[in-house]
């Protein structure tokens, strides 16, 4: 099974400051052929489900903010979010589709100060 | 608008079954691989299982393979997930969602439905 690996399990931040955080998989998820990163960010909320922010590393999904950014390639994936808003309170989670079983990190909680 | 509503959670005694179901609106059920995710409380995310378009096709990761089956009704746009000889363990949020293509990332989440697993 590929591990997917997240640091910090947890940070504050004030609002207007930039976010990141970080995302390790054991084994490279990037497929040769396509040359594409099986890598997702996802975000939740407290008391929500959670939401596909970014996919394939650095894709954002229609309707997430600009200052959400996805990058990283092969084994190491970064989540940043350029500046925070009290509203991106959450738990950040990636996780890997390059193989069965699909896989998520342990999250990341973003608390805002 | 997309919509995943999960149903059949409750309480149930360690060993014994409980089946799952979530009702899909506003897409082509049909068209898309469904899948459940599972998250026990105040702790990550688990993928459970995912099924093909057509059903032909089921995956799981070790810890319920061979225990859970999932299942759907393309006619009823409806997803299923019955899960036999259920331990502790299991006690989680189940969230019924999509993959966008095949089995790649979750566009689209149910609300969650919880199971507790107890004696």
């Known amino acids: 099974d590929i591990v997917m690996t997240q640091t910090p399990s947890s940070q504050a931040v004030s609002a207007g400051e930039k976010v990141t955080m970080s995302c390790k998989s054991s084994?490279?998820?990037?497929?040769?052929?396509?040359?594409?990163?099986?890598l997702a960010w996802y975000q939740q909320k407290p008391g929500q489900s959670p939401k596909l922010l970014i996919s394939?590393?650095?894709t954002r999904e229609s309707g997430v903010p600009d200052r959400f950014i996805g990058s990283g390639s092969g084994t190491d994936f970064t989540l940043t979010i350029s500046s925070v808003q009290a509203e991106d309170l959450a738990v950040y989670y990636c996780?890997?589709?390059?193989?069965?079983?699909?896989?998520f990190g342990s999250g990341t909680k973003l608390e805002i100060k | 608008e997309v919509q995943l509503v999960e149903s059949g959670g409750g309480l149930v005694q360690p060993g014994r079954s409980l089946k799952l179901s979530c009702a899909a609106s506003?897409?082509?059920?049909?068209?898309?691989?469904m899948a459940w995710v599972r998250q026990a409380p105040k702790k990550g995310l688990e993928w459970v299982a995912t099924?093909?378009?057509?059903?032909?096709?089921?995956y799981y990761p070790d810890s319920v393979k061979g225990r859970f089956t999932i299942s759907r009704d393309n006619a009823k746009s409806s997803l299923y997930l019955q899960m036999n000889s259920l331990k502790s363990e299991d006690t989680a949020t189940y969230y019924c969602?999509?993959?966008?293509?095949?089995?790649?990332?979750?566009?689209?989440w149910g609300q969650g439905v919880m199971v507790t697993v107890s004696s």
């Open positions: 996780e890997q589709y390059y193989d069965t079983p699909l896989t």
């Open positions: 394939w590393a650095s």
């Open positions: 969602a999509r993959h966008v293509e095949f089995i790649t990332t979750f566009d689209y």
């Open positions: 099924i093909s378009t057509s059903g032909s096709r089921t």
């Open positions: 084994q490279s998820l990037l497929y040769s052929e396509n040359k594409k990163n099986y």
């Open positions: 506003g897409f082509t059920f049909s068209n898309y691989y």
